[in-house]
C-alpha cells in the first residue's frame, strides 16, 4: 500500500509557472510507476506524464511536451511536475498515481492505476 498527497496548486497567470509535489508514505516510489492526471469540470480523467517503475525515462502527452516535466527526488518519497508556461486550457484538477505492475503501454491508462491522491486544484487565468 502506498498513501499519496498532491500540493503546489494555486492559481497562476497564463505563462506562469508552478510546481506539484506527490508525495508517497508507506513504500519507496521507485517501486511504482508514477503518473499524473488531470481533470477539468465535465471532462474524462486525462493522461499528463508517467514515469516507469525503476526506471528513470518519462512520457508525456502531447499537450503539455517541452512545458511540463516529471521527475522524483533522491530519496524517492517525493515525484514532482514541473509545469511552465501554463495556459489557460490547462486548469484542471490534477491528480498523482501509482501502481507497480504497469507496462509501459498503460501508463496513460487512469483505470490501470490502483492508488491515487485527493488531487490539487491549478487555475490559470488573467
Known amino acids: 500500500q502506498v498513501q499519496l498527497v498532491e500540493s503546489g496548486g494555486g492559481l497562476v497567470p497564463p505563462g506562469g509557472s508552478l510546481r506539484l509535489s506527490c508525495h508517497a508514505s508507506g513504500r519507496p516510489l521507485n517501486t511504482y510507476s508514477m503518473g499524473w492526471f488531470r481533470q477539468a469540470p465535465g471532462s474524462e480523467r486525462e493522461f499528463v506524464a508517467a514515469?516507469?517503475?525503476?526506471?528513470?525515462?518519462?512520457y508525456y502527452a502531447d499537450s503539455v511536451k517541452g512545458r511540463f516535466t516529471m521527475f522524483r527526488d533522491s530519496a524517492k518519497t517525493t515525484v514532482y511536475l514541473q509545469m511552465n508556461n501554463l495556459k489557460t486550457e490547462d486548469t484542471a484538477v490534477y491528480f498523482c498515481?501509482?501502481?507497480?505492475?504497469?507496462?509501459?503501454?498503460?501508463?496513460?491508462?487512469?483505470?490501470?492505476?490502483?492508488?491515487w491522491g485527493q488531487g490539487t486544484q491549478v487555475t490559470v487565468s488573467s
Open positions: 514515469i516507469k517503475r525503476g526506471g528513470s525515462s518519462t
Open positions: 498515481a501509482a501502481d507497480q505492475f504497469l507496462i509501459t503501454s498503460s501508463l496513460s491508462l487512469p483505470s490501470q492505476y490502483d492508488f
